[in-house]
């Protein structure tokens, strides 16, 4: 799920060239056109998540997809700036449930030593999908044009949430290919799967720690955004990459495949190691944000351009070490209601993309290309003091997690 739904993601910042040309539009109006998937993404976030708590993930995750599925075809058939605007906007109204609802589907499958290993892996796939997308669509738009991309795209999403549905239980006791020993391994989560009442949305919404989580992934989906929906256009215009070497810019991407994974490993070992749930969450989250905030200005202020691809690659790497540790922190302080919590958090993760997707546009047109990355440089060096505050052991939903 998350591979193919970044590919789609990284898709979009591919063809941006294409279609603006087509279109006949300024990166501007186009910033508008494609920020209209993050911002109804980012209104559904929270009723997305609280559909996966009340009604499990296996149908919900189903659902999504093939709600995704259609729009992303649909996004083939745009006829202009606004259409593709309209186009994105239903697009992300069903995208918004798939992450909350992944990460709720992990809780009953995974102990708690292994969360965040598991949160890094399933989100080292949407990162391994934008990294595959420069390189496939790429190729895609040289023989069959970029409406082809979205309507293959849409194709494969069906079969997913056939597949989803057909194979996922929300439970392990409800799947048969679950053994005795898993379901003893298991054993110790499976009084915290159930919710045994309703969503306790006044605790959430006035805990401290969800609000500096939320307030730094805030911050990083301004950053990542501008990797996602921009990165490919910087690199033709600001270093001169013709439209094949423009392929590069899915190394940052790789780059935080790995460390997505790296991050979510290291920092269950260091919970394990120390013995203290806050120390090995927040080590490797704060290192993230300092390592991204201080690559990313000598990556922009470089003359050299592959110099400043490398930099930028670590600068994307280190942001990626972070979110397996965000993620992780929602089911540490949200439990039997992660899905809920982790929608909060999500939600202004994602109307930080939408002002990404439109505020570069602007800042690229009128200031050049070095400012945003120099603003997305001190939103990293901000959410490491954020992250510094948070205690993963307080719990945002009045249980005893």
């Known amino acids: 799920m998350a591979f193919m739904m970044y590919m789609e993601r990284g898709a979009i910042g591919v063809a941006a060239p294409a279609i603006m040309r087509e279109f006949q539009i300024s990166k501007i109006r186009m910033g508008w056109s494609v920020s209209a998937f993050n911002w109804s993404y980012a209104l559904f976030q929270v009723p997305g998540g609280w559909m996966a708590d009340r009604f499990g993930p296996r149908i919900v995750l189903a659902g999504a997809m093939a709600w995704w599925s259609l729009f992303t075809a649909a996004t083939g058939f745009s006829a202009g700036a606004i259409s593709l605007g309209i186009t994105r906007f239903l697009f992300g109204m069903g995208e918004a449930a798939g992450f909350p609802a992944g990460s709720r589907a992990l809780v009953p499958w995974l102990p708690v030593r292994r969360r965040a290993f598991g949160q890094g892996f399933q989100h080292s796939g949407s990162r391994l999908g934008a990294a595959a997308a420069p390189l496939l669509v790429v190729y895609l738009l040289r023989i069959a044009g970029w409406r082809s991309v979205f309507w293959i795209f849409g194709a494969a999403g069906i079969l997913w949430a056939l597949a989803w549905y057909l194979y996922y239980r929300n439970v392990p006791q409800e799947h048969a290919g679950t053994n005795r020993l898993e379901l003893e391994l298991l054993a110790a989560n499976r009084s915290k799967t159930q919710p045994k009442r309703a969503v306790p949305w006044r605790h959430i919404l006035r805990t401290r720690d969800l609000w500096y989580l939320s307030a730094a992934y805030f911050c990083y989906g301004w950053v990542v955004w501008l990797y996602l929906a921009w990165f490919p256009t910087y690199l033709r215009e600001a270093r001169h990459f013709t439209e094949l070497k423009s392929g590069l810019a899915s190394l940052p991407l790789l780059a935080a495949t790995l460390t997505n994974v790296g991050g979510g490993l290291l920092s269950d070992r260091l919970v394990s190691k120390w013995n203290n749930l806050r120390r090995g969450r ?3 989250s704060l290192f993230g944000f300092v390592i991204a905030g201080l690559a990313l200005v000598p990556g922009v202020l470089t003359n050299n351009a592959l110099l400043a691809l490398a930099c930028l ?46 505020m570069v546009g602007y800042l690229a047109t009128l200031l050049g290309w070095k400012s945003p990355f120099i603003l997305a440089s001190a939103f990293c060096l901000f959410s490491a003091l954020l992250v510094s505050r948070i205690d993963p052991r307080r719990s945002a939903v009045g249980e005893s997690l």
């Open 282 to 284: 927040l080590a490797v």
């Open 313 to 358: 690659t670590i600068a994307l790497a280190g942001l990626e070490l972070t979110v397996a540790v965000s993620w992780a922190m929602c089911i540490d302080i949200g439990g039997n209601f992660s899905g809920s919590v982790s929608s909060v958090m999500n939600t202004w993760g994602n109307l930080g993309g939408a002002i990404s997707a439109v």
